[in-house]
Every structure is written in structure tokens, then in C-alpha cells.
């Protein structure tokens, strides 16, 4: 049997801001128990804060975004949804298959930034009493 490749997906989730910390980590471990049920490789669970809704989700203006960019099967995606929706806590969803490769590839080196100049107290005077003379 060929073992099936992997898609990357990228996971935004919100969560009620009404939960307690106790409740909003216990939401949080399950949500990463069905990506370790789905058999999903995970490459970031970042939180993205508090934000404002754009409409009312059961009665909550803002709720606590998070962002999770994994890798699982295709036919695993589905039921990791069904567990999502059905997840007391969660306001809303969204799975979206991306082409891209997790993690993304970092440049080989990052251009050096040039050195700011420094003035010596003398030059800064000299500079500005120039500007006396005109």
C-alpha cells in the first residue's frame, strides 16, 4: 500500500472570550487531541489575540483568534472538522488547503543594514552654527 502524501492546511479558529483560562486551555488541548487524532504534523498554534467580530457570533462582538499550520491527509480533514464544529467554545472555523510548504523557507542570508553615522558633540555645533552665518 503507497503512502498517501500530506496537504498543508492553514486552521483559523475563534474561540468565546468568555471562557475562563481553565476552560479556554482545556478547548485548546482538545483542539490539538483531534490534529494528533487526525495524525497531522503541526509547524504553528499561534495565538492571534482578542479581535472584534465583523457580526455577532452567538451573542459574542469579539472573540480570541488562533492560527495553526499543519500538514494531514486529506481524508482526515472532514472528521477534524466535524470535531471542531461540535467543540463547545468555538465560535467559527475555517480549514484551507494551501500550496505553499510549512515551514516557509527562510532567505539564505538577511542583507546587513549599514552602519548610522556618529557625530561627535564638535561636528553637531559646528553643523548648526553654519547655519548662523547665512
Known amino acids: 500500500m ?7 492546511y492553514e486552521l483559523l479558529f475563534i ?15 482538545r483542539v490539538k487531541g483531534y490534529l494528533t487524532q ?9 495565538s492571534w489575540g482578542l479581535r472584534r467580530l465583523a457580526y455577532t457570533l452567538k ?7 488562533y492560527l495553526v499550520q499543519c500538514a494531514m491527509l486529506p ?4 472528521e477534524f ?9 468555538v ?7 494551501v500550496d505553499e510548504e510549512f ?12 552602519a548610522i553615522p556618529t557625530f561627535e558633540e564638535e561636528d553637531v555645533n559646528d553643523i548648526f552654527d553654519d547655519e548662523d552665518e547665512d
Do not use: H
Not at 2 to 8: D, P, T, V
Not at 15 to 29: A, F
Open 2 to 8: 503507497a503512502k498517501q502524501k500530506k496537504n498543508n
Open 15 to 29: 474561540i468565546n472570550p468568555t471562557l475562563s483560562e481553565e476552560d479556554k486551555q482545556n478547548l485548546l488541548d
Open 38 to 46: 487526525a495524525d497531522a504534523e503541526v509547524f504553528s498554534f499561534k
Open 59 to 65: 451573542n459574542q462582538k469579539e472573540g480570541q483568534y
Open 75 to 78: 481524508e482526515k480533514v472532514s
Open 81 to 89: 472538522r466535524r470535531s471542531l464544529i461540535l467543540a463547545e467554545g
Open 91 to 97: 465560535l467559527r472555523e475555517m480549514v484551507i488547503r
Open 103 to 114: 515551514p516557509p523557507e527562510k532567505p539564505e542570508r538577511s542583507p546587513k543594514l549599514e
